[in-house]
């Protein structure tokens, strides 16, 4: 059985930052595409970084510059850090591979973005 399982999320104030981490049991992500996604509240999930197997970043139009994917191949760990944060930014962050590959998702991460 596959889990990910996403942490680091909280509440922070807008211009502040986070770090968000996902961790993977029962397989490994290291061959794959790695993605976040973020669901706001009302919204559909989105995908809005994600990263090669190389290390090689896309980002959404609205984090580029503020986001930055990473991950370690040997720890199967992927991160996002999170600058100049907006309200916008509020909702569930999940990470999976937008290959396709895990079907399950986590519990997901949850930032609030408020003053």
């Known amino acids: 059985q596959v889990h990910l399982v996403e942490s680091g999320g909280g509440v922070v104030q807008p211009g502040g930052s986070l770090r968000l981490s996902c961790a993977i049991s029962g397989s490994s992500l290291a061959i794959y595409d790695m993605g976040w996604y973020r669901q706001a509240p009302g919204q559909l999930r989105e995908l809005i970084a994600s990263i090669t197997p190389g290390g090689s970043p896309n980002y959404a139009d609205s984090v580029k510059g503020r986001f930055t994917i990473s991950r370690d191949n040997v720890k199967d760990l992927v991160f996002l850090q999170m600058n100049s944060l907006k309200p916008e930014d509020t909702g569930f962050y999940y990470c999976?591979?937008?290959?396709?590959?895990?079907?399950?998702w986590g519990p997901g991460a949850q930032v609030t973005v408020s003053s």
């Open positions: 999976n591979s937008p290959s396709g590959v895990f079907r399950s």
